[in-house]
Structures are given as C-alpha cells and as structure tokens.
C-alpha cells in the first residue's frame, strides 16, 4: 500500500489540518475531506467565513505596514520574524484571520511555540472553528504532549457532527499519535477516546493500530475484527485484520483476504496484499495470478512486471521469465540494469557462463551493481581464469564494510573451491586484520586454519566468535564436533554441541553433532535417533557416513549398506564417506 498524506504546505488553506504520518496499516481509500472534516468555508487568508462575527478593525499604515513586514519577512527566510509580525497585529486587532495566518506560518517554520500561542488564540477568537481545533491537537500530539491534547480531542470529536467527519478525526490523528515513544500512553489515549464511539469503525482501526503497537494482540486482533464488521467493505480494515492473524493463524488470514477478494474483486490493495501474502506463504503460482490481474488494470507498472517475472524464477519457469524480463527491457527504458542482473541470473543457472557474464556487465548502475560483480569474479573463476577472477575483486568499489568483506569472503571461496588454502587463509588472516571482530572473517578463517592443522588458531578464533557472540550455534557447534570427530576431550566437545542443539535445534549439521556425540559417548540408541533426524532433514554424505557407521555397530548392516552404497552413489567424492565405505564395504 501506498500511505496517503494530508500534508501542510504553503499553497494549503486549512491550517490546523491533522497530519497523516506514517503507519503499518495506513488506510488507503480513506482519504479526508477537509470540507466534511470542518463543515466551513475557508477563505484564502486563511480564516472561516461565517464561523464567527469578524472585528471592525480600520486598515490603518501602521496594520498595512506590519502585515507588509511579516510577508516580506516569510519571503527572505526570516520566518521568524514574520511569524511574530503576524501574532502581534492578531493580538492588537483580534481578527481570527490574522490568528489563522500566524498559525499557518508558525507551523511550517515549526516554531512550535509560536504555534501554540497562534492557535490558541485563533481558538480563543473563533471558538467554532474546527480547524484551530485541529492545529491545536497537532501541535501537541507533535510534541509527545498526549495528556495535554486530549480534551481538546475528546472536544474536538464531540463537536462533529456526523460519523464521517468523526472516523475522519480518528484517522488523521492516530498517526501523529502513532510516532510518540510511549506506546503504552497512546494506547491508554486512544482507548478512552474510542470509548464513546463503539460503533465507529475508523475508531475500531485507530485502537487496533494502538494496542498492535503496545503489544496487546488480542485486543488488536478484536478491535481490528470490528472495525471490518462495522465497514466489511473497508479494504484497510480487512487487511489490518490479515495482518495480525498471519502471525499466529496465517490459513486464517489467507481465507480472509480471498473472501473479501470474492465479494469485493475491484479492491487493487486488497488484491496486491494478496499477492504478497500468498508470495510469503510461497504460494507462488498463486500470487502470479494475482500480479497478473493487478497489471491487467496497471499495463505500465514496472514494479507489478518484474513481479510477474521474479515468480517465474523463483518457480523455475526459466524460459518464461526469460521472456518475461525481454519484455519488459522492451516495453520500457527504466531500470534496465535490474533486468540484466536477473537475465544474468537466468543464464548463470543454466550454466551459461559467457552469455551470463555478458549480461552481468551490462549492470552498470544502482542496486545491482555489486552483486553482478561479485557474480562476474566467481564466473571468471569457473571458466578457468582465477587470476582474472582475484584481480576483478580487487577491483570493485565497496561502499561499506559489509561490503568489503563480502569482497574477502568471495575470494577466499574460490580459493579453497581451487584446493589453495594456504592462499584462502592468508586472504581470510588479511580480511581479520581490517575487520578483526567480524563473525563471518573469524568463521571461515577458523575453519580453514583447522584444516591447516592449526589446530590452537582454530580454537583461538571460535572461542572469540563466542565471545563476540554468545548467541552464535554454528561456533558452538564447530568447536564441539572437532573434539568428537577427533575423540578428544569428548565431554567438553558434547557440552559445546549441546549448546548449539539448544541455540539451534532445527539445524541438520548440529543434529548431526549430536548424534555423533552419543555415539563418541556410547549411547547408540540416542545416537541413531538424531542422526535419523538429520539425515531425514538433509541427505548430506557426511550425515550419511555418520548414520551408516552407527547403524552397523549397532548391527543393523543391511540398513547401514544400503544407506552408505545409496550416498556414495550420490557423492563418490566425499572424503569421509569414502573413508567410511572403505571401512565397512571394501568390497
């Protein structure tokens, strides 16, 4: 969705008109008018026609000479001293008009102040009006004065006199309540000045937003259920209700949106949430469908196009994104580097390597840049030219840290891919002297120092990844399984990996850990359990060896074969499993 705004500027006549700021749920088809909002006509100097007995104030040269200094003043930048010209001739003449021009004024130039005392006195001399009101409840929402502004909300919304002009109150307010630190005040705000109106569904929507904010879900889920009661043709109410059920009851809020979609098939926001929601839920062809009947109304939206495309990827229809990216280059000239970064993606899955690098060098700007430079060095290095390869990385322009290392962390990977881990670790050892606490550099150089035989490096490095990050499973796990795959200080080794199953409980590798851990400890019924439950979640062949070997200890040989024959059909290569194959099947 995109958020509408009421927005002040110099060319707006209402003055105290609340802002709509920005929020989650923003409505969408909702949009005030300021008419029905203040049931007033409003002049160009900015005062209500009508609301109020205007002053018999003679223009004298002294009058015509202030109000000529304030405007020449706000012209050259010198807001303030137009903001004060105008107040002064306000407070001598107590014309409403003037008090409304010093409102407007002080509130652009955001001398709040100065606002506070303009609007207080437009309301002192027009108290009707709606729009002095308004700008005074702004001003104090703005400055995260909730309690200070709610009696003149709690009158405010008293004083409209019909349901629309009211749930537009609702709506314009909230946001700028919205962006106060304490979410708990303004849900405790929002709450009370829902309270008269139960049956409004714009005030079931502010105080759904609220109590989503503060953290009180049912009381958002509730609240958002009723205002689409109230409204069930509100699009906005329907989506903040799907909002808050996908976290918890996501089947319900996929029905929920495709029977509002059923009953109301022309809501495009309804419709594109749709097509996002089903995309998360990796509902792809579904959510296809969805960008495609979107850009049936939209032929000319870029965004909905390569939506309709990137699906087509993600589903592996590559001939079909394929085409769908060439229409787009050939339909429009903006953006023309995403379109070759993702044919270049196309062709780089296809194992088109001279075609893919050709298209990742057509990406000359914007986002995509450094990915396709990244893609460019690993391509150069698989058709053979690692030099090449290093030399385009050294290259490349990083705009940041992450970046930078992102640089080392490419490198060293297509130097141990080339079996150099000398080179990999000098490259990695490099990168540490830059970046020395960055978890990614401490991992890999780790590892590969492990594999050198370093074995006190390897420690070393782990151990401060745990102390940089005590939340990191994959360090745990690392340090862990060394001391088991080695049957070395094997209780400490399980204490390790135990910390990782508990950090990362779903992770294959660190079932896999644990497996092998009972196994080291003598457990073979425990043993077999996890390593059953990392194999079942990934088919790797060092979890097929682990799985095997238990498996023919425990004397279970013609599972344990038919497991080891299955994976070192899929993976001759592996040196543990072939090591293990050896043991149990010389044959």
Not at 80 to 87: E, F, P, S, T, W
Not at 144 to 155: S, T
Not at 241 to 248: G, K, M, T, V
Not at 379 to 392: E, M, S, V
Request: aromatic fraction near 6%; charged fraction near 25%; hydrophobic fraction near 45%.
């Amino acid at each position: 969705m995109n958020p509408k705004h009421l927005i002040i500027t110099k060319g707006m006549v209402l003055v105290g008109a609340l802002i709509l700021g920005a929020c989650a749920h923003k409505p969408q088809q909702v949009q005030p008018s300021t008419d029905k909002v203040s049931e007033l006509s409003i002049s160009r100097d900015g005062a209500a026609r009508g609301s109020t007995e205007l002053p018999n104030v003679e223009l004298t040269k002294q009058i015509l000479y202030e109000i000529l200094l304030g405007d020449i003043a706000v012209q050259r930048g010198r807001s303030d001293i137009g903001v004060q010209a105008y107040l002064d001739i306000a407070k001598s003449t107590r014309d409403p008009r003037l008090a409304a021009h010093a409102a407007r004024l002080s509130f652009e130039a955001r001398q709040i102040d100065k606002a506070m005392e303009a609007f207080k006195l437009w309301q002192e001399l027009d108290p009707k009006s709606m729009q002095a009101k308004q700008g005074m409840a702004t001003i104090l929402l703005s400055g995260g004065l909730l309690e200070e502004a709610r009696a003149g909300l709690v009158a405010l919304l008293a004083s409209a006199t019909d349901a629309e002009s009211r749930g537009n109150i609702f709506l314009q307010a909230y946001p700028v309540m919205a962006r106060h630190s304490d979410k708990a005040a303004v849900y405790a705000l929002v709450r009370d000045l829902v309270q008269p109106y139960p049956e409004l569904a714009e005030a079931q929507w502010a105080l759904a937003e609220a109590a989503d904010a503060a953290g009180k879900n049912e009381v958002a889920l509730q609240a958002a259920h009723q205002a689409r009661i109230l409204r069930p043709e509100w699009d906005s109410a329907t989506i903040l209700e799907a909002q808050l059920l996908l976290r918890n009851k996501p089947d319900q809020a996929v029905a929920l949106v495709k029977k509002y979609l059923t009953d109301y098939p022309d809501s495009r926001d309804v419709r594109l949430f749709n097509a996002r929601l089903l995309t998360g839920q990796k509902q792809y062809e579904a959510a296809r469908k969805e960008f495609q009947l979107l850009l049936e109304v939209f032929p000319n939206s870029l965004d909905l196009s390569f939506a309709v495309a990137l699906l087509s990827l993600e589903m592996g229809e590559l001939d079909r994104a394929e085409q769908e990216l060439n229409q787009i280059l050939a339909s429009s000239k903006k953006e023309p580097d995403r379109v070759y970064y993702y044919l270049a993606q196309i062709n780089d899955t296809r194992r088109q390597n001279e075609e893919a690098l050709k298209n990742y060098r057509k990406v000359q700007e914007g986002e995509y840049v450094f990915p396709a430079n990244l893609r460019i060095a690993v391509l150069l290095a698989r058709l053979g030219k690692l030099d090449d390869a290093r030399n385009h990385l050294h290259t490349m322009l990083a705009e940041d840290n992450q970046q930078r290392v992102q640089v080392v962390l490419v490198e060293s990977q297509l130097l141990r891919e080339a079996k150099q881990l000398n080179s990999t670790y000098q490259v990695l050892v490099q990168g540490l002297k830059k970046h020395p606490d960055h978890p990614d550099l401490l991992y890999d150089a780790g590892m590969v120092s492990n594999q050198l035989g370093k074995r006190d490096v390897f420690e070393q490095m782990m151990r401060k990844l745990i102390q940089i990050n005590p939340q990191n499973a994959q360090a745990y796990n690392a340090l862990g399984y060394d001391m088991l795959d080695r049957n070395e200080r094997v209780q400490e080794g399980m204490a390790l990996v135990e910390r990782a199953y508990a950090l990362a409980p779903d992770d294959a590798a660190i079932t896999d850990s644990m497996g092998w851990g009972f196994y080291r400890m003598g457990d073979l019924v425990k043993s077999v359990t996890f390593l059953r439950r990392a194999y079942s979640a990934n088919p790797d062949p060092e979890i097929a060896a682990h799985l095997g070997e238990v498996l023919w200890v425990q004397g279970h040989r013609d599972e344990a074969a038919n497991i080891l024959r299955q994976a070192i059909k899929d993976h001759p290569d592996n040196a543990v499993l072939v090591g293990v194959v050896k043991k149990f099947l010389p044959e």
